[in-house]
């Protein structure tokens, strides 16, 4: 390649590598700089090397958080990818109405997180809510429940959202990764006599195994970054029961004002998404090949 | 080579000028989503200058507003009209708004006082949540200007400046006052033949017949049992609860106690089940809709009383522990107009903001927030007939010598203490903790985290 034309390529590329280096990469460096210090965004900071990080390894209420984001991590995994490979299947096999039906998973993708999380409150609402109000005229009163409170229910109750926010999405990724299927393969597998559950689990899941894989990083972090829908449902509580990574950070950072230890959770949460998204990668490479 | 030189420059440079059209100007109206106001004739600087030198003879000023009343808030419906009556009088002032609806006001302004760029006045809670600000002379003590100014002196209720007091100085001037009312259905009371409760055993007789009747004897939500352990701990200390609450003295038995009629209360099947996942209106529509005969609460939520019950709810003192000792209401005021270091410096802001900050927690608006939105003021004025019913019944109650009076404890703990309380008063109800633990968890989190405005 020509000077002249690598000169020209670097002068394209430049702007671009400013603007992503000051927009993604500086912000970035900054978290991790401020999670060295204690500071309540006002006051001078004041230095502290790693004791935010020894604080956090000791702090319950980050655990509770951890396992509860890996609670909706598994929501994510086991409920919403499978039913969403589902759904791309069945409007992969052309079913009746099947562009209609593509439109109407699609929409909880475009509604606001706001507005998806009041939605869900008006559902799960203990005295006047949809879920319990139908249990009671149908008989099942019995099983009523507070969803955003009782322990066994609350992070159940307010993982659903984000399933069914993000469900049109993932259906739609997998489903272009199934339009990218080779016919002849399943052609095949059909003259050969492989019915369509055999199909679905012999050929066509280990095909888009890295299309899945997609689904899967991208399951990891909207689980590590999400704190929207917890805020409005439950703000984390009663008692941390539903405090997720996300919003431990938030509330420790904008409602505490304590920058630095809420900096030190979102380098932490950083680092661990990033260490399961690269073993997931790499296990659905090795899928792959 | 020339040629391919000559793009690239001419690339370059578009793709600067695209960068500078899309970027701010820099100045203070360069906030995205504020709405810049200014009177007619005065948009520009010249014009404003114009106005200014014929009329008043001031100085043209532009100040900066920033204020959570908008939006759905009971309190825009009064405050925002006020501001555009106080733009139309003012013409030497060009006010640019900011607003951040109910708490997002909090977020706002701790990133613009992070960013060393605060707004010249706004609204905010007390020196619990400002105690950084003040520390970090952000914001300007007002104490020598409020002693200097007659129109003043008389304005606000005893001890309207004691939440926004630090270190013995006053950072801002009183615009909300706020009191924990007890409202009770009279009629419901009436009808099930059962005795609106005077003492705390009436209460827990009357929740044990409201609750065989199938019905949630006080509507709760989180806040409510927060505001029930205050209003105990204020009969069982007194005025001496304070000195607690500041560290300055130490709690007892008594503490213990409170705690326990709270566990009483909840075992008894008072609150509504779930109430943690209530909000505060969402816990009112079960008094509104007559699932509840009791409701204890904000006095900002009296404007949300369903209309159809105005004759029959009254406003009464919270039940009393002993028959001969006193009843005690929550009041005092806990929001604030602050003016920032930077306006206070600048002499020609100093005096507008002044001017600005006295007129939002004056007697006029103030008495707009109570009969239009239905919200009390810290403002002394001859409350008429056409105060909002509810209101106008629990200021009733309030100044008719019945029922003593005390701030909201949370005013008078540091922010941390603060969290610590309301976690605390969570894992009570929620059985987390015994009224034991609570106790000692309580003071350990008043020893351990003190309230800086107290501190010498």
């Given at each position: 390649m020509k000077r002249q034309q690598r000169l020209l390529i670097a002068t394209f590329t430049l702007p671009s590598l400013l603007l992503y280096a000051y927009f993604f990469l500086s912000p970035i460096g900054e978290v991790v700089y401020y999670s060295f210090f204690d500071w309540d965004a006002i006051s001078p900071k004041a230095f502290i090397a790693l004791d935010n990080f020894k604080e956090l390894f000791a702090d319950p209420v980050f655990y509770r958080s951890l396992l509860n984001t890996l609670h909706l991590l598994a929501f994510l995994v086991l409920l919403m990818i499978p039913v969403a490979l589902l759904l791309a299947y069945l409007?992969?096999?052309e079913v009746r109405a099947f562009k209609f039906l593509r439109t109407v998973y699609f929409i909880p993708v475009i509604v606001s997180s706001v507005a998806t999380a009041l939605m869900f409150q008006f559902i799960y609402e203990n005295y006047f809510g949809i879920l319990n109000t139908l249990l009671r005229k149908i008989g099942l009163g019995e099983y009523t429940r507070v969803w955003l409170s009782d322990p066994a229910t609350a992070m159940s109750a307010?993982?659903?959202?984000?399933?069914?926010?993000?469900?049109?999405?993932?259906?739609?990724?997998?489903?272009?990764?199934?339009?990218?299927?080779?016919?002849?393969?399943?052609?095949?597998?059909?003259?050969?006599?492989?019915?369509?559950?055999r199909k679905l689990t012999r050929i066509i899941i280990p095909m888009i195994s890295g299309v899945i894989g997609l689904c899967l990083v991208l399951a990891i972090t909207s689980a590590f970054k999400t704190f929207d829908f917890i805020?409005?449902?439950?703000?984390?509580?009663?008692?941390?029961?539903?405090?997720?990574?996300?919003?431990?950070?938030?509330?420790?950072?904008?409602?505490?004002m304590n920058y630095g230890y809420g900096s030190a959770i979102a380098v932490s949460i950083m680092g661990i998404a990033v260490v399961i998204s690269v073993l997931v990668k790499q296990f659905s490479n090795r899928m792959d090949r | 080579?020339?040629?391919?030189?000559?793009?690239?420059?001419?690339?370059?440079?578009?793709?600067?000028?695209?960068?500078?059209?899309?970027?701010?100007?820099?100045?203070?109206?360069?906030?995205?989503?504020?709405?810049?106001?200014?009177?007619?004739?005065?948009?520009?600087?010249?014009?404003?200058?114009?106005?200014?030198?014929?009329?008043?003879?001031?100085?043209?000023?532009?100040?900066?507003?920033?204020?959570?009343?908008?939006?759905?808030?009971?309190?825009?419906?009064?405050?925002e009209p006020a501001i555009d009556r106080f733009i139309a009088s003012h013409d030497y002032i060009t006010l640019n708004v900011e607003t951040a609806p109910g708490n997002g006001i909090r977020e706002k302004i701790v990133t613009e006082m992070a960013a060393n760029d605060p707004p010249d006045v706004f609204l905010h809670w007390g020196a619990r949540d400002t105690a950084s600000y003040i520390a970090n002379e952000k914001v300007a003590d007002l104490t020598d200007l409020i002693a200097g100014d007659p129109e003043l002196e008389g304005r606000y209720i005893d001890n309207a400046y004691d939440s926004v007091t630090y270190k013995g100085r006053i950072y801002g001037l009183?615009?909300?006052?706020?009191?924990?009312?007890?409202?009770?259905?009279?009629?419901?009371?009436?009808?099930?033949?059962?005795?609106?409760?005077?003492?705390?055993?009436?209460?827990?007789?009357?929740?044990?017949?409201?609750?065989?009747?199938?019905?949630?004897?006080?509507?709760?939500?989180?806040?409510?049992?927060?505001?029930?352990?205050?209003?105990?701990?204020?009969?069982?200390?007194?005025?001496?609860?304070?000195?607690?609450?500041?560290?300055?003295?130490?709690?007892?038995?008594?503490?213990?106690?409170a705690a326990s009629h709270v566990r009483e209360l909840v075992e008894l099947g008072a609150f509504p089940e779930g109430m943690e996942t209530l909000g505060t209106l969402q816990a009112l529509e079960l008094f509104n809709t007559g699932m509840s005969p009791m409701y204890y609460q904000h006095s900002w939520t009296l404007g949300s009383v369903a209309e159809d019950l105005f004759d029959q709810v009254e406003v009464?003192?919270?039940?009393?522990?002993?028959?001969?000792?006193?009843?005690y209401m929550t009041s005092g005021v806990g929001y604030f107009v602050y003016i920032s270091e930077?306006?206070?410096?600048?002499?020609n802001k100093r005096e507008a903001a002044w001017e600005l900050a006295k007129y939002l927690a004056g007697t006029e608006v103030g008495k707009e927030l109570e009969v239009v939105s239905g919200n009390p003021s810290p403002v002394v004025w001859d409350r008429s007939s056409d105060m909002h019913p509810m209101l106008a019944k629990a200021f009733k109650l309030r100044d008719s010598g019945e029922v003593k009076t005390f701030p909201d404890h949370n005013d008078l703990l540091s922010a941390e203490a603060s969290k610590v309380y309301n976690d605390l008063k969570t894992r009570l109800y929620l059985n987390d903790i015994t009224p034991e633990q609570y106790a000692q968890l309580f003071e350990e989190g008043i020893k351990n985290n003190p309230n800086p405005a107290f501190e010498p």
């Open positions: 409007l992969y096999t307010v993982s659903m959202p984000l399933v069914w926010g993000q469900l049109g999405l993932m259906m739609i990724i997998l489903l272009a990764g199934l339009q990218g299927l080779s016919p002849e393969v399943l052609e095949a597998a059909e003259m050969d006599g492989a019915n369509a559950f805020l409005i449902l439950t703000q984390g509580g009663p008692l941390h029961r539903t405090e997720v990574t996300g919003s431990y950070m938030y509330s420790e950072g904008f409602n505490l | 080579m020339r040629k391919s030189t000559m793009k690239i420059g001419v690339m370059l440079a578009s793709a600067m000028l695209l960068l500078a059209a899309c970027s701010g100007n820099g100045n203070g109206n360069a906030n995205g989503g504020n709405s810049s106001a200014s009177p007619a004739g005065a948009s520009s600087p010249a014009a404003s200058s114009g106005t200014a030198q014929e009329g008043t003879a001031k100085q043209p000023v532009e100040l900066t507003l920033a204020h959570g009343w908008t939006g759905e808030v009971a309190m825009a419906a009064a405050f009183p615009i909300e006052a706020n009191m924990m009312n007890f409202l009770v259905n009279t009629k419901m009371f009436a009808d099930a033949g059962i005795k609106v409760p005077e003492t705390f055993d009436e209460l827990k007789e009357a929740v044990k017949a409201f609750k065989a009747k199938g019905l949630i004897p006080i509507a709760a939500n989180d806040g409510t049992t927060r505001a029930i352990l205050s209003n105990l701990n204020d009969q069982l200390y007194g005025e001496s609860v304070r000195d607690r609450l500041i560290g300055k003295e130490e709690y007892d038995e008594r503490l213990v106690e009464v003192p919270f039940p009393k522990l002993k028959p001969d000792g006193d009843a930077r306006a206070y410096e600048d002499e």
